[in-house]
């Protein structure tokens, strides 16, 4: 419990109880002196949870965000400081019946707290895209004023109420960071848990949020014996400014970028997809130095993780910038035509077909018509290759020309534009082998002809989804790329041939976390004591690293590997005999099983060596470790896709390769979907858990004191999760008990199911992860 003054009509009164919750034990509550709320009402509001220390009320402002109290976050002597949570918080919202199951659960990733105000943002693990947010109001109250409060706190008669509740109150006086309330009836009040709760006006186009819920003298609340009545709260109106720039992205963690003039406004704007889930987003280019406007976006029918080399252009012979790039599945070059109004594109238009053969596509004019040409490297002869545009526009491309000689294959992320202020073309690309950033210089002449090859930036090794254009207002071609998830803008300079240091955008970077994952699997890598997960990314074929932190959420995401989408069946274990888990995966296109060993610095794996510790073991899928067959060591287990058995592949003393193989079970496993292994049922035996695919059905397959067998099975979940493709398990919250990772295909999204004391069939609330959109 913390101690405040309260005040009541702008008067000092006395030191009381803040309305903060203390979970003592249990502890949740809720507005007293009101009325329930009715399943589904007030959906915005949202039940917060700061470890097991307190327990407060909160608002859904933006599909990611919530406002509660900073105090809620108190957690000792020490300030409440921006970054992860000091614990573990969760924020329930619109669940109105706590005892129910509707709503989302999420992790809290991120505080803000106010500097000066009782007032704190909260950035959440996944966004909530089925409850409206409620609008920040920017008009102050006024006295006589009637607002309505919701809270989940103490009420009268319960000190732990499973529903929402409501009350009215009439504003008594306004100062200058605070409002005073009173109940409009004797009994209305504001008690222990209410804390951060809305103060909202109701009008007729909806709610309007105006302040939250700070002290009160808790007149009315259950073991509560003060008289004076009164609550105070603090205001937000005034706060908008803060609100909206704690909330402002900076563009992050794209690829296939392109810059273009797409919204008609005259400046340079930037698309990208969205890695993982597929998602096409228009950041608009403003008038301000590193400032992109709230990115929107485009094409949202359209999964854009399954096209590669995306350009920009005036390619059809109007005005507008057009986009191009290679549809991966059919290797063809789709056309997506730009409209007057900007902002979006017309139907695709084929314009060219089998592209196989020909990556890094680059737009640019090099051979010194009025007309945008295409050029590309030709991956079987390493060649630089050139289709003039032509006046006509659209597919009609001229005679492919040679522009560039062999040995383009070293290059990558070619981009044209601008740079040495000539007035010609120049070509930028990353050099593979030094990671820097060279310049081929364009002349007058055009076309193979290329001036001085320069290092205009070092360090770019770890560069991709580099972009060109006029990226701030200095009129000059800037460079854009991404490194990790971290966008960079290279300035341009007046006297060209150079760039300029790199800077930041303005604007936050989210916390990703784990969203559009293939081949998930979970393990000790980075060397702390929570565990991690690691996992390829849909559409680029990297391999991230999000390591598990003290606060219940994964920390800023790691790349430790590319050229991933090259491999199937990854699974964790030690197989090597030390004391660093390794990560084991199949090729897909010889079926050798690699093993990738943990080492003492963790995040990073060792070299795969030059020998398989497999051959050939494409005819088996749904690899899993764990120690089935009752020795000390990790084995492996796959299903035989031609039986459907269950085959065991024993791990030996000597480490990196197996004994001979058996079948351990002979049921149907190709009626099986994602199979993960983990301690379900609080023995001290490696259980599976896989999806039947014709229900959606979650069934356990226990192991036993023997080994080598599994007890009969036993349902999880009575359906619902065939879409969820990927299963991993971890022991993500600290409290001895193996957790479960779902990951579903079609969304994204995954989900952690707690483990409970009880095991087996019997599983804790959900908390939702990514995508951030």
């Given at each position: 419990?913390?101690?405040?003054?309260?005040?009541?009509?702008?008067?000092?009164?006395?030191?009381?109880?803040?309305?903060?919750?203390?979970?003592?034990?249990?502890?949740?509550?809720?507005?007293?002196?009101?009325?329930?709320?009715?399943?589904?009402?007030?959906?915005?509001?949202?039940?917060?949870?700061?470890?097991?220390?307190?327990?407060?009320?909160?608002?859904?402002?933006?599909?990611?965000?919530?406002?509660?109290?900073?105090?809620?976050?108190?957690?000792?002597?020490?300030?409440?400081?921006?970054?992860?949570?000091?614990?573990?918080?969760?924020?329930?919202?619109?669940?109105?019946?706590?005892?129910?199951?509707?709503?989302?659960?999420?992790?809290v990733t991120t505080v803000v707290p106010h500097p000066t105000r009782d007032v704190l943002l909260a950035e959440l693990s996944a966004p909530v895209t089925d409850v409206t947010p409620i609008p920040w109001s920017g008009t102050p109250p006024t006295a006589a004023?009637?607002?309505?409060?919701?809270?989940?706190?103490?009420?009268?008669?319960?000190?732990?109420?499973?529903?929402?509740?409501?009350?009215?109150?009439?504003?008594?006086?306004?100062?200058?960071?605070?409002?005073?309330?009173?109940?409009?009836?004797?009994?209305?009040?504001?008690?222990?848990?209410?804390?951060?709760?809305?103060?909202?006006?109701?009008?007729?186009?909806?709610?309007?949020?105006?302040?939250?819920?700070?002290?009160?003298?808790?007149?009315?609340?259950?073991?509560?014996?003060?008289?004076?009545?009164?609550?105070?709260?603090?205001?937000?109106?005034?706060?908008?400014?803060?609100?909206?720039?704690?909330?402002?992205?900076?563009?992050?963690?794209?690829?296939?970028?392109?810059?273009?003039?797409?919204?008609?406004?005259?400046?340079?704007?930037l698309i990208a997809a969205e890695p993982g889930t597929g998602k096409l987003w228009l950041h608009p280019g403003t008038s301000t130095d590193r400032v992109w406007g709230e990115r929107v976006q485009i094409e949202p029918e359209t999964d854009w993780s399954g096209?590669?080399?995306?350009?920009?252009?005036?390619?059809?012979?109007?005005?507008?910038?057009?986009?191009?790039?290679?549809?991966?599945?059919?290797?063809?070059?789709?056309?997506?035509?730009?409209?007057?109004?900007?902002?979006?594109?017309?139907?695709?238009?084929?314009?060219?077909?089998?592209?196989?053969?020909?990556?890094?596509?680059?737009?640019?004019?090099?051979?010194?018509?009025?007309?945008?040409?295409?050029?590309?490297?030709?991956?079987?002869?390493?060649?630089?290759?050139?289709?003039?545009?032509?006046?006509?526009?659209?597919?009609?491309?001229?005679?492919?020309?040679?522009?560039?000689?062999?040995?383009?294959?070293?290059?990558?992320?070619?981009?044209?534009?601008?740079?040495?202020?000539?007035?010609?073309?120049?070509?930028?690309?990353?050099?593979?082998?030094?990671?820097?950033?060279?310049?081929?210089?364009?002349?007058?002449?055009?076309?193979?002809?290329?001036?001085?090859?320069?290092?205009?930036?070092?360090?770019?090794?770890?560069?991709?989804?580099?972009?060109?254009?006029?990226?701030?207002?200095?009129?000059?071609?800037?460079?854009?790329?991404?490194?990790?998830?971290?966008?960079?803008?290279?300035?341009?300079?007046?006297?060209?041939?150079?760039?300029?240091?790199?800077?930041?955008?303005?604007?936050?970077?989210?916390?990703?976390?784990?969203?559009?994952?293939?081949?998930?699997?979970?393990?000790?890598?980075?060397?702390?004591?929570?565990?991690?997960?690691?996992?390829?990314?849909?559409?680029?074929?990297?391999?991230?690293?999000?390591?598990?932190?003290?606060?219940?959420?994964?920390?800023?995401?790691?790349?430790?590997?590319?050229?991933?989408?090259?491999?199937?069946?990854?699974?964790?274990?030690?197989?090597?005999?030390?004391?660093?888990?390794?990560?084991?995966?199949?090729?897909?296109?010889?079926?050798?099983?690699?093993?990738?060993?943990?080492?003492?610095?963790?995040?990073?794996?060792?070299?795969?060596?030059?020998?398989?510790?497999?051959?050939?073991?494409?005819?088996?899928?749904?690899?899993?470790?764990?120690?089935?067959?009752?020795?000390?060591?990790?084995?492996?287990?796959?299903?035989?896709?031609?039986?459907?058995?269950?085959?065991?592949?024993?791990?030996?003393?000597?480490?990196?390769?197996?004994?001979?193989?058996?079948?351990?079970?002979?049921?149907?496993?190709?009626?099986?979907?994602?199979?993960?292994?983990?301690?379900?049922?609080?023995?001290?035996?490696?259980?599976?858990?896989?999806?039947?695919?014709?229900?959606?059905?979650?069934?356990?397959?226990?192991?036993?004191?023997?080994?080598?067998?599994?007890?009969?099975?036993?349902?999880?979940?009575?359906?619902?999760?065939?879409?969820?493709?990927?299963?991993?398990?971890?022991?993500?919250?600290?409290?001895?008990?193996?957790?479960?990772?779902?990951?579903?295909?079609?969304?994204?999204?995954?989900?952690?199911?707690?483990?409970?004391?009880?095991?087996?069939?019997?599983?804790?609330?959900?908390?939702?992860?990514?995508?951030?959109?």
């Open positions: 419990m913390f101690s405040r003054l309260a005040r009541a009509r702008g008067a000092v009164l006395a030191t009381a109880a803040l309305a903060v919750g203390v979970l003592a034990g249990s502890g949740a509550s809720a507005v007293s002196g009101g009325q329930d709320v009715p399943d589904g009402g007030h959906p915005f509001t949202a039940k917060v949870m700061f470890g097991s220390l307190h327990s407060c009320t909160g608002a859904l402002v933006a599909s990611r965000w919530i406002v509660t109290a900073k105090t809620c976050f108190a957690d000792g002597t020490a300030p409440v400081a921006e970054g992860a949570p000091s614990r573990p918080t969760s924020a329930l919202v619109g669940r109105t019946n706590l005892a129910g199951t509707s709503g989302h659960r999420l992790a004023e009637t607002l309505r409060v919701t809270g989940y706190g103490r009420t009268a008669t319960e000190w732990t109420p499973d529903r929402l509740h409501t009350a009215t109150f009439t504003v008594d006086a306004v100062g200058a960071a605070t409002v005073d309330v009173a109940g409009t009836s004797a009994a209305a009040t504001v008690c222990k848990g209410d804390a951060g709760g809305p103060a909202f006006r109701e009008t007729g186009t909806g709610p309007e949020l105006v302040a939250i819920n700070n002290l009160s003298w808790q007149h009315g609340c259950l073991g509560e014996t003060e008289t004076r009545t009164g609550v105070t709260q603090t205001r937000l109106d005034d706060l908008g400014d803060w609100f909206r720039q704690t909330l402002h992205l900076q563009p992050y963690a794209l690829s296939n970028t392109v810059v273009g003039e797409f919204t008609r406004d005259g400046r340079d704007d096209y590669r080399d995306l350009v920009a252009g005036q390619f059809d012979g109007d005005a507008y910038d057009d986009l191009l790039g290679v549809e991966v599945s059919t290797n063809t070059l789709w056309l997506f035509p730009g409209t007057a109004g900007g902002g979006g594109f017309a139907d695709r238009v084929v314009a060219g077909t089998n592209w196989q053969d020909l990556a890094d596509l680059v737009v640019g004019r090099f051979n010194r018509d009025a007309y945008e040409d295409l050029a590309g490297i030709q991956l079987s002869t390493g060649k630089l290759l050139m289709f003039p545009g032509t006046s006509a526009g659209g597919s009609l491309w001229g005679t492919l020309t040679e522009i560039g000689f062999s040995g383009w294959t070293g290059k990558r992320e070619l981009v044209a534009g601008r740079f040495n202020r000539d007035g010609y073309d120049d070509l930028v690309v990353v050099d593979k082998s030094s990671g820097d950033i060279q310049m081929y210089a364009g002349t007058a002449t055009g076309g193979s002809t290329w001036g001085q090859v320069s290092t205009i930036q070092t360090g770019g090794k770890g560069l991709t989804a580099l972009a060109a254009g006029k990226l701030n207002p200095d009129g000059y071609d800037d460079l854009v790329a991404v490194e990790s998830d971290q966008v960079w803008l290279y300035p341009g300079t007046a006297a060209g041939g150079s760039l300029g240091a790199r800077v930041q955008p303005v604007g936050r970077v989210p916390v990703l976390q784990p969203h559009g994952l293939l081949e998930s699997v979970t393990g000790e890598f980075n060397r702390d004591a929570y565990a991690d997960l690691i996992g390829v990314e849909k559409g680029t074929g990297r391999l991230w690293l999000y390591p598990g932190t003290a606060a219940g959420t994964w920390g800023p995401r790691i790349a430790v590997g590319s050229g991933w989408n090259g491999y199937r069946d990854l699974t964790v274990g030690r197989f090597n005999r030390d004391d660093y888990d390794d990560l084991l995966a199949m090729e897909l296109s010889t079926g050798n099983l690699w093993l990738y060993p943990g080492t003492a610095a963790g995040t990073f794996w060792g070299s795969r060596g030059t020998t398989p510790v497999g051959f050939n073991w494409l005819g088996l899928e749904r690899l899993t470790a764990g120690r089935f067959n009752g020795d000390a060591y990790d084995d492996v287990v796959a299903v035989e896709k031609t039986t459907g058995k269950l085959r065991l592949y024993p791990g030996t003393a000597a480490g990196s390769g197996w004994g001979a193989s058996s079948i351990i079970d002979s049921g149907d496993w190709n009626a099986l979907g994602a199979v993960v292994r983990g301690r379900f049922n609080r023995d001290a035996y490696d259980d599976l858990m896989a999806v039947e695919k014709a229900t959606g059905k979650l069934w356990l397959y226990p192991g036993t004191a023997a080994g080598g067998s599994f007890g009969s099975r036993v349902e999880v979940f009575g359906g619902g999760w065939a879409g969820r493709n990927e299963l991993a398990a971890l022991r993500f919250d600290q409290d001895g008990h193996d957790d479960l990772v779902a990951g579903d295909a079609a969304t994204g999204q995954v989900w952690v199911y707690p483990g409970t004391p009880t095991g087996g069939a019997v599983w804790g609330d959900p908390t939702e992860y990514g995508p951030i959109s």
